[in-house]
């Protein structure tokens, strides 16, 4: 979606909401951010929203990537088994 094209209906209005580190919550934007606690480590993930106005799918994407290299020891968060059919 953030090429401006929704993937669920292939429309082309798609409105984004951006969140920057010390904005808070951007207008517009359902989630912002989402803190990560691993060990003594902490650190915010910023997160862009993205609304296509055609169908409502929504998609988020961490604005920056550079701090995910904490997720798999962050507290609460575990890694999705690839389902085998």
Request: hydrophobic share 45%.
């Amino acid at each position: 979606m953030n090429i401006g094209i929704c993937p669920k209906c292939q429309a082309s209005e798609v409105y984004c909401s951006l969140s920057a580190d010390g904005e808070g919550l951007a207008a517009g934007s359902y989630l912002a951010l989402i803190e990560l606690m691993a060990g003594k480590s902490q650190t915010t993930l910023w997160l862009n929203t993205y609304v296509c106005r055609a169908c409502g799918y929504v998609e988020v994407h961490v604005a920056n990537r550079d701090e995910l290299a904490l997720l798999p020891q962050a507290e609460g968060w575990t890694l999705v088994a690839v389902a085998r059919s």
